[in-house]
Structure formats: C-alpha cells, structure tokens
C-alpha cells in the first residue's frame, strides 16, 4: 500500500489541472499554454497561442516535409511527423498555418452534461462540435483528434467548412472523420486531410480539450505550432522553429537548385555538388544567385531575405 501513496500528489495535480480545464469550458488557461511554449518569444494570441508572423506563413508554404523535418530534428524535435494514410480533399495544395485545437472522446452522459453547462456559463452557443470553429482567426488550421473514430465521428460537414474557411481562410487537419465531400470540395481555397469520409452524423463523442496540447497520430500538438500539410503527411513545427524552418530551407533549395542546374550544364559533377564546395564554387554560386535573382523568388519561392543573406556572406 506504500508504494502506492507516492503517486497520490500526482493523482491530484492531475485532478486539479482537469478540474480548471472544464471549470474553463475545456480551454487551457493563458499563463498554462504560455508556460507550456517557454521558446516563444514573440506576439501571442490573447488565449496565450504563439503567433507566428504571416511572413513566415508565407514563406512556409515553398518549404518540403523534409527540410522541415530534418532541420527540427537537428533541434531535438523527434516525434513531430504524421504519415500513414490521409484522406486529402485536394492533395496538390498544402495546409499551412497555425494550429488551433480540439481533442475529443467517447461520450460519457455526466461529463457531457458539464461540458456543455460550462460552455453555456462560458457564453458559448451551440454544441460543442462548433465551439472551436468559432475560436478560429485567419491563419488558423482547425486541429483535431477525434481518435480515429469514422461511424458517427464526422467533426464537420460542408456548413461548418463553409465557416472554417470564413473565420480562418485554411482548412482542418483531423485524426478523424468528416463528412460531404463533395460539397467541401465545392469552398474555394478550403482543404482537408481526414482519415476517413463518412455520410454518418457525429454522435457519441464529446469534447474534452479546447485550445489544449492535443495527439495526432504519434504528434503531440501544441497550440499555435506551425501546421505544414503536403501529400507525404502533415508536419507540426514548434512555433519558436519555424522562422529557422524557413530561413535554412530557403538557402537549401537555392544551393540544390543551382547545383542541379550546373550539374546538368556538365560544368561540375555530381560528386563536387554533393562535397564541401570550393571557394571557386562558392564564389560561382553567389554570382549565379544575383543573376537569378527574380527567377529564385518567383519559380522557386525564395525570399529577398534569403538572397540578401547568401549574397552578403
């Protein structure tokens, strides 16, 4: 039995830091979200979610899953990918933006019960499903784990995508299901990644976190990461990162693009591209940006920023 009462102290904490989420309506408490993304250093939300400039937004949509990926994990960030199967409504166009989340779990009549009186004393309307719809701002990416559920676990239809698209001009990323695809295809700039479509209504599921640290997948997700969703899976880049994100993805697809492009013309081999340059090739590739200067920035979405920098070294 004594082995037993160590554990006591942290049963409480976790009762206590459960209770004020609900006595909250499900959010997280600002000074909690901001304890929880120490790194962050610039202009938040007024829920407390890191608020990654539009630039960078901007930027991060030329980026690939693998510059991402590899430049995070030099950063100690493992666990940040999700593959494995996703439904994508249109798989040519990314998903990028700032993570807003919403966790879900099989109902329980009682804790639903408190959930939506919360809600109500919170000043929320209308049931649960839309109360993070309604959180959304521009630049948004609705994030939610609804624990893989298909059968009447439908987050949205095409009257709530028509709303997330109002409210955040993005799309949704769910471990879950959604429903009328058809007509979500129909919301111009709207995109989708879900795990399943369903024609079912949701049922049975209950929202337990609001603007909370979430799953998907094997990704922990915290409010206000960078979401970047391609065909190869979706990435969720810690906000303090996503400026590195950009800048070194940026002077990588620069240097690859001129290496490819010389390696083509026969002036070097394969073998001189893939080693530490020499000073004559790096002196050749700075030359090479400034005279491809417009060409960078239009085909290949590289910024003035980036130029400046490898031509200022």
Not at 139 to 146: H, Q
Request: aromatic residues 8%.
């Amino acid at each position: 039995m004594m082995k037993y009462l160590k554990f006591i102290p942290v049963l409480l904490l976790m009762f206590c830091v459960c209770f004020q989420y609900q006595s909250e309506a499900q959010t997280i408490p600002k000074e909690r979200l901001i304890a929880l993304t120490p790194e962050w250093e610039g202009e938040r939300f007024d829920d407390g979610r890191p608020r990654v400039p539009d630039s960078i937004l901007e930027r991060m949509e030329h980026v690939t899953i693998e510059e991402a990926w590899g430049i995070i994990r030099e950063e100690g960030y493992h666990n940040q990918f999700e593959g494995g199967k996703w439904e994508i409504l249109h798989p040519e166009e990314p998903i990028v933006g700032r993570a807003l989340t919403a966790t879900y779990t099989p109902a329980r009549p009682a804790v639903q019960k408190q959930i939506v009186d919360q809600g109500e004393e919170a000043g929320r309307s209308g049931p649960p499903n839309t109360w993070p719809i309604d959180m959304l701002e521009k630049g948004d990416v609705y994030i939610a784990d609804g624990y893989g559920k298909v059968k009447d676990g439908t987050l949205i239809g095409d009257r709530l995508g028509n709303t997330i698209y109002a409210n955040s001009g993005n799309g949704v990323v769910f471990h879950g299901s959604s429903r009328d695809r058809e007509g979500l295809s129909e919301i111009e700039g709207f995109n989708a990644f879900v795990r399943a479509w369903h024609p079912s209504f949701i049922q049975e599921m209950m929202l337990i976190g609001l603007n909370t640290p979430t799953r998907i997948g094997s990704v922990t997700v915290m409010p206000g990461d960078v979401v970047l969703a391609k065909k190869e899976g979706v990435i969720f880049i810690p906000a303090h990162l996503a400026e590195k994100v950009v800048d070194q993805s940026e002077v990588i697809r620069t240097q690859d693009t001129f290496a490819h492009q010389r390696v083509r013309e026969g002036t070097y081999t394969a073998g001189q591209m893939d080693t530490e340059w020499t000073d004559a090739i790096e002196e050749n590739f700075e030359n090479w940006v400034e005279e491809n200067t417009q060409y960078l920035k239009e085909e290949i979405g590289i910024s003035q920023v980036t130029i400046d920098s490898i031509l200022d070294d």
